[in-house]
């Protein structure tokens, strides 16, 4: 498993991270929390995480239902209205639905709740791609190994090994760039060397 | 702010290289054009081998001929726009982005361009 991997968690309208699994470990996260890393689509419960298991207390039904039910009404205080009923016990099935909408908004409401989510690093695909065709050299086919990396680790959430490996296809494709024009007129004195 | 002066020096350079590859043939024997690097020191084409001879023709409107110097070139530029468009256009259509951007594409990319090099060499086109 790998310990770069960084994720957000939202509990009970609250939201931290980025924290590693380390980190995880040592916060009071209940299974009652969402989960968001790199590469995920959208958040989800951290009961649907299987590397996550074991790092979240499995609360007794009747306590995780109190800051359950009360976690939604105060969250929407500001809101216009309180579309629950919160008289009511709720049923376990029912907390989740009613904190769905909050927990997974569209992604441009995510970026906006967490400013430092992260995205993935360029994959510099167009420079890859044109140092291939353009240059002559094999070093662009490196680059594109490299960017292909870049999305694998990202959808991993190993935001750490991304950047890395955008930043080395971005080396290679200046590489490739300044070893095609450097090499060329050379190439050109051969060539005539060779007709004469 | 680098970015932009990266973006304003690229766009400079393919305004001069597309005056000189129009105006100038390099299939005429005899010109300067350096004649591709991998070829001269391997024997062997690269996957861009045929691509001035390509452009040549394309700014000319002759396809065909461009196909018949390096295909790859002509698969490669709608490829190029697509990836320049993707990252121009990231905030305003990040799904389009993250759907080219998805590991099994980049690989068949790759597999794709390895697959022209070697077999280019092979059956000779």
Known sequence: ?196 | MRKTLIIIIAMAAAIVAVAIYFFYDPSQPGTWFPRCTFLTLTGYKCAGCGSQRAIHALLHGDVTSALHYNAALLVALPLVAAYGIAEWKREAWPRFYLAINRPWVLISILVGIIAWWIGRNIVDI
């Not at chain 1, 958040?43 to 239902?65: F, V």
């Not at chain 1, 490996?165 to 007129?185: D, K, N, Q, R």
Request: net charge negative; charged share 15%.
């Open chain 1, 1 to 196: 498993m790998n310990e770069n991997i960084q994720y957000w968690i939202n509990q009970d309208g609250v939201q931290a991270g980025p924290v590693t699994r380390e980190q995880l470990k040592d916060m009071a996260v209940t299974d009652a929390a969402y989960v968001w890393r790199a590469g995920m689509e959208d958040w989800c419960r951290i009961t649907e995480m299987p590397e996550l298991a074991g790092l979240y207390s499995t609360a007794p039904a009747d306590e995780a239902q109190q800051p359950q039910a009360e976690a939604p009404a105060q969250a929407q205080t500001d809101d216009e209205v309180v579309t629950g009923t919160p008289v009511i016990p709720p049923i376990p099935q029912q907390p989740a639905a009613r904190v769905q909408p909050q927990m997974q908004p569209q992604p441009q409401m995510a970026a906006q709740q967490v400013t430092e989510q992260p995205k993935c690093p360029p994959t510099n695909l167009v420079w890859a791609i044109l140092s291939t065709i353009l240059c002559c050299l094999p070093l662009g086919v490196v680059a594109i190994v490299y960017s292909t990396k870049v999305t694998q680790k990202y959808q991993q959430g190993d935001l750490a090994a991304a950047e890395h490996y955008s930043e080395v296809s971005a080396w290679w494709c200046i590489g490739s760039i300044i070893g095609g024009i450097v090499l060329s007129p050379f190439v050109s004195l051969i060539q005539m060397a060779m007709m004469q």
